[in-house]
């Protein structure tokens, strides 16, 4: 298996759905701007979100793929399936489980998670009914992350990269051509989320059918591979849970300032989220189960050669695409978001958050490449000590940034913390031994500093001003922007060549293992 291809494969899909997430976020602007019904959407919309990190999604998945993966090396086609039923029918219980809790308890929910709008009863009031609907898409979501898992366990990388196209697609039907049918608009968005959950498990059942891997109920839970997942999801919670309640206390704060702070910092995280998914999700999806089959064969060096690999790669294309988000706000903002009810005072705010956040996206890239990394060797613990770490200084910073820079100071708050993560990761797996360091990795540093650097210089001559992006057609921001892209591309993989980066080592990577 060559790995750049496969990452490439996974990627390609990934940019499909993220583009199609932003034609949704442009018609969601469109449409609402940021304002009352934007800010109590996507409040209501973050919080099964966040349950779906919490379990499926992140603890879940830590746990599950290293032992699914040692299940399909080491036992039977039988044994693998018995696994695979008795730990998706305990998954599917306590979800339902967390559903109705879920439904039931929304008023409570909004009353903890953002409790600045208690001030303004129609805000609250509209957020709790968007909630009750919004919050089954755990139920579904957090199914079709096993699901994901168990196609990436099998080598079907793309179809759970492509799966999320089905709830961007839910979302532009849904606010494209049902808005109509509501007297509050933003409940068709509560729905569209409904639906796209729905989509997205059903897409994956035939290619589950396709590997004979579609789960069947099975509550006879004597298995020791279901019982270490549930031992390992215990200390994977509390990590992953500490990331998601850094971002809620964030939601927590930015419900006490200004009218569209929230909505501010959605739009601005949506665009970092674009590199962060591609390459951070692409990298994370593909070396679990990698890392995990290296180590159950015992293989140390191509453990340590594969997060080499990874790191170069995610260091070669998180540093650009970083200086970009910062330098070319204005631009993108403007072209995906400035229409209808979006103000040119809506741009000036997310871009400055955009900045703020563009700070951690090589943090968040390198985190995706180093927890795996202990994750496979089932060591969940370090990863959890650190986020713990993290978590403090986020809320440290939080209250040293808010005064002064409000949303701004929000963001930039998650964006050193995810630096802080970064490197006390890489701190422990290099202090593990397990972990080394080639050869030439300053050369590598010094041609990509330089490379960026030209890069932003011509980013600084080509970017224009909001005045000039403001006053240009659709079409003129699509093709300024576009051109100013494929030049900013050409120059920083021009100058990584004429400084002699070899790029044939990353497309020559491969890896047997499936």
Request: charged share 10%.
């Amino acid at each position: 298996m060559n790995l750049l291809r496969t990452i490439s494969g996974i990627g390609g899909m990934t940019t499909i759905s993220r583009i199609l997430g932003f034609v949704r976020d442009a018609v969601i602007a469109r449409i609402f701007g940021a304002g009352l019904e934007s800010d109590a959407f996507f409040v209501a919309f973050k919080i099964p979100n966040l349950l779906r990190r919490i379990s499926a999604e992140g603890a879940f998945t830590q746990a599950f793929i290293p032992i699914l993966s040692e299940y399909k090396i080491q036992k039977s086609p039988l044994e693998l399936g018995s696994f695979i039923n008795k730990i998706s029918t305990l998954l599917g219980f306590f979800l339902v489980l967390i559903t109705l809790l879920g439904v039931l308890g929304a008023p409570w929910i909004i009353y903890i998670t953002a409790p600045g709008f208690i001030s303004n009863p129609e805000k609250y009031n509209l957020t709790v009914d968007l909630l009750k609907i919004t919050f089954p898409y755990i139920f579904f979501i957090s199914l079709v992350s096993m699901a994901g898992g168990i196609l990436n366990t099998f080598g079907k990388f793309i179809v759970p990269a492509f799966t999320p196209v089905w709830l961007n697609v839910s979302f532009i039907i849904g606010a494209l051509y049902f808005v109509k049918y509501f007297n509050q608009p933003a409940y068709v968005l509560a729905w569209a989320v409904f639906v796209g959950g729905v989509l997205q498990l059903f897409f994956q059942i035939p290619f589950l059918k396709q590997i004979g891997c579609i789960p069947k109920l099975d509550f006879n839970f004597k298995d020791a591979g279901v019982w270490r997942v549930l031992k390992l999801m215990g200390p994977s919670i509390l990590g992953v849970s500490v990331a998601q309640i850094s971002l809620l206390i964030n939601t927590i704060f930015a419900s006490f300032l200004s009218v569209g702070s929230i909505s501010w910092l959605y739009y601005a995280d949506r665009l970092l989220e674009f590199p962060a998914g591609i390459l951070g999700v692409a990298l994370s999806t593909i070396l679990l189960p990698s890392l995990s089959k290296s180590l159950s064969n015992k293989n140390k060096s191509e453990y340590s050669e594969l997060i080499n690999w990874a790191l170069k790669l995610g260091i070669l294309l998180a540093v650009p695409a970083a200086v970009s988000l910062a330098m070319l706000g204005v631009p993108l903002i403007t072209t995906l978001f400035f229409y209808g009810a979006f103000t040119q005072y809506d741009i000036s705010m997310t871009q400055t958050a955009l900045i703020a956040y563009s700070v951690g996206l090589i943090g968040l890239i390198l985190i995706k490449i180093l927890a795996p990394a202990f994750y496979a060797q089932q060591n969940i613990k370090t990863p959890v000590k650190i986020a713990i770490f993290t978590l403090f200084c986020t809320q440290i910073m939080n209250l040293l940034f808010i005064g002064y820079l409000q949303h701004v100071g929000l963001a930039l708050a998650i964006g050193l913390a995810a630096c802080i993560n970064a490197g006390l990761l890489f701190y422990c797996l290099r202090r593990e031994k397990v972990f080394v360091l080639d050869k030439g990795w300053g050369k590598f540093l010094f041609k990509t500093i330089i490379s960026v650097s030209l890069m932003a210089i011509g980013l600084f001559f080509l970017r224009g001003t909001l005045e000039q992006w403001v006053d240009y057609s659709f079409l003129q921001r699509v093709g300024n922007l576009l051109f100013i892209i494929i030049v900013s591309v050409a120059i920083y993989f021009s100058s990584l060549k004429l400084l002699g980066l070899d790029f044939k080592a990353f497309f020559k990577k491969t890896h047997h293992t499936f």
